[in-house]
């Protein structure tokens, strides 16, 4: 099986004006892997992750997704294979206001007909019940609510379900734990960890809370942008080239390999 996610020697920078965003030489992560990154704010975490799912491609290097090299892709065929095989919980959720909570869950079935078939097809409507039962959404009084009547929590929870029916291969969640207390949190990773493993989705967690790092199966740590700068010079032969990668917290050969 080859590796959910393969990056070699990508930069990326939002335009020619703007210095590199993300410079990564290689980081893999295999199936169901739950890989945590780590970074201030500013390093960005969250433009690694817009990589990943394609919504941006690097000037140089490239990214492959189960095998598929994502940044070579047309953007119809990125917007395909997203829809198809990535699920993403966003930091303020993005939930669509005009629909209710079980409505918001089955949208990204419109737009794959692969997560609509492994969602029960037609009967997609109890997926998504089932989902937001496992992630403690169960009552059957706020399935059919407005999501705008909803708790940033219980928001949050409508996100990982959305983002987890159909099964997608790889799931992204960008901070979406940064609005909850501390218990919240780790209850909120344990029933994400249990989806995943039924699957065995590869997770990609975003956090700047360190403390949950321990809870991941690796840390990718990116650099500060002033440490960034420092490491594109390295890359001219002037230091360690691992010093440039994202430095990872724990089982730095894992990330090196
Ligand atoms: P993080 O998620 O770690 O806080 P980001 O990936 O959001 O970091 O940002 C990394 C860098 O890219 C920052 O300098 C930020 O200002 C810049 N950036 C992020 N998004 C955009 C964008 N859409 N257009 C231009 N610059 C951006
Ligand atoms: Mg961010």
Not at 187 to 206: D, P, R, Y
């Amino acid at each position: 099986m080859p590796n959910a996610i393969t990056i070699k020697n990508v930069e990326f920078r939002w335009s020619a004006k703007h210095p590199n965003a993300v410079a990564i030489e290689q980081l893999n992560a295999e199936a169901g892997e739950r890989l945590f990154v780590a970074g201030p704010s500013g390093s960005g975490k969250s433009t690694l992750l817009s990589l990943l799912a394609g919504v941006v491609t690097p000037q140089q290097g490239s990214v492959t997704m189960l095998g598929r090299p994502i940044s070579q892709m047309t953007p119809a065929q990125r917007d395909h294979f997203r829809a198809d095989h990535i699920g993403y919980i966003f930091q303020m959720f993005n939930l669509v206001s005009y629909l209710t909570v079980v409505e918001n869950v089955t949208l990204p079935l419109r737009f794959s007909k692969k997560r609509w078939k492994m969602a029960g097809g037609h009967s997609a409507a109890s997926e998504a019940i089932r989902l937001l039962e496992h992630l403690g959404m169960g009552d059957p009084e706020l399935l059919h609510h407005p999501v705008t009547e909803l708790s940033v929590g219980q928001q949050q929870r409508v996100a990982a379900a959305r983002a987890l029916i159909g099964q997608p291969e790889i799931l992204i969640a960008d901070e979406p734990t940064s609005s909850l207390d501390a218990d919240n949190r780790e209850s909120f990773i344990n029933l994400l960890f249990q989806e995943c493993a039924g699957q065995k989705t590869t997770l990609v967690f975003v956090s700047h809370d360190v403390a949950l790092a321990e809870m991941f199966d690796r840390t990718v740590e990116l650099p500060s942008a002033a440490m960034r700068d420092v490491g594109c010079e390295m890359r001219d032969g002037l230091g360690h080239p691992e010093t440039r990668i994202p430095i990872p917290v724990s089982a730095q050969k894992e990330v090196t390999k």
